[in-house]
């Protein structure tokens, strides 16, 4: 059997290369360079622009926090939007006891956390005694097309200045990453450009060689899976924002309730019927913290008994700003994209109906 596979690679490699002759013996005549399509040039030429600004962002892991047989190193992607600053992604650092990016050029330097933003997974990154070799321009992602080109750079798998092309499939809601981040990213761009592990924090870009997106994650049906992955990022939008909220306040300013809670659908039928309610949409309030938005709102949480067995139900949140609500996720989303100063109208299921309070949302302390 490995001789068989071994002979399929020699005839592929052959078959490859009288494909590369006689395409460079037409080449000769027919095209100036062997880019052929408007396509090819177009990616080439934002690599060429932008790919001297990738990092591969290195995260040393305390061994309390490791798997056995599980690698020190947590590697994923980040790049420099100015001289001295990177971003990444937040749970790639998340649990780092020491980060070192390694250059365009190969260069090996130490970074430290200059700023994290959980909510939509996002980590900056500092540098001294280094100028960045590039830096990238932020686009926009407003106004981005489904079927628009995508141009990614990372490291999947440890693979450095790696470099592949997609379309923007979907901007869709999905679930967060993990219970604790990503929770505030009110929908994620769907890419189905190459996008595994070790890309997360790196550049996406449009063919306009400006940054639209950052890789996040993949949606798969393994967690190595590489046939049939579908690209996760958060958009550039979103992530501008929050830099502007962390370079200047220090935390990001996106609303937040304060509160805990659970989803609808989690409670038991018989709990749910004696509350008088007929659906599993919805987040039950748990607990409401003194001084939070949710207290000020008027939000009531459960009462449950010392062994935590649920004694009284709290509010279950219907609706945010007349939008119906599916589970606590949507909750978190849609206060998130409020920001201080503006109105919040919260309708709950409270006693057997419907009661409806508002709140003004306000800056987040750090």
Do not use: C
């Amino acid at each position: 059997m490995k001789l068989r596979g071994i002979a399929r690679i020699s005839l592929a490699i052959a078959a490859l290369g009288a494909v590369s002759l006689t395409g460079f013996w037409l080449g000769r005549f027919q095209a100036a360079s062997p880019l052929v399509t408007s396509d090819e040039i177009n990616t080439v030429e934002v690599t060429n622009k932008n790919l001297k600004a990738l990092v591969r962002v290195i995260a040393r892991i305390p061994k309390a926090q490791l798997q056995p047989g599980e690698s020190p190193d947590e590697i994923g992607s980040g790049f420099f939007y100015k001289s001295n600053r990177i971003i990444t992604n937040y749970h790639v650092v998340q649990y780092a006891e020491s980060i070192q990016v390694e250059l365009a050029d190969g260069r090996i330097v130490t970074a430290k956390l200059d700023g994290i933003d959980p909510g939509i997974d996002i980590a900056i990154l500092a540098v001294s005694g280094v100028q960045a070799p590039a830096t990238m321009r932020f686009g926009t992602s407003d106004k981005l097309i489904i079927g628009q080109k995508l141009i990614i750079f990372g490291s999947p798998f440890g693979v450095k200045s790696f470099v592949s092309t997609g379309e923007l499939a979907a901007v869709e809601r999905t679930a967060p990453p993990a219970d604790d981040i990503g929770q505030e990213v009110p929908a994620m761009m769907m890419t189905t450009a190459f996008l595994q592990r070790g890309n997360s924090g790196g550049p996406i870009l449009n063919s306009r060689g400006v940054v639209v997106g950052v890789a996040d994650a993949m949606m798969a049906s393994n967690t190595f899976a590489a046939d049939g992955s579908i690209g996760l990022a958060i958009p550039i939008d979103l992530v501008k924002e929050s830099i502007q909220d962390l370079e200047q306040i220090g935390i990001s300013q996106r609303g937040s309730l304060g509160i805990t809670m659970s989803n609808l659908g989690d409670l038991e039928p018989i709990i749910r019927k004696q509350a008088g309610i007929t659906t599993t949409d919805g987040a039950v309030v748990e607990e409401v913290p003194a001084g939070s938005l949710g207290q000020r709102a008027g939000l009531r949480g459960a009462i449950r008994d010392n062994n935590r067995a649920l004694v009284s139900l709290g509010d279950v949140i219907v609706a945010i700003d007349s939008q119906r609500v599916k589970d606590q996720y949507d909750v978190v989303r849609l206060v998130a994209a409020k920001r201080p100063g503006q109105k919040l109208t919260i309708k709950v299921w409270r006693n057997k109906k419907e009661v409806t309070l508002t709140a003004t949302v306000v800056k987040r302390q750090r």
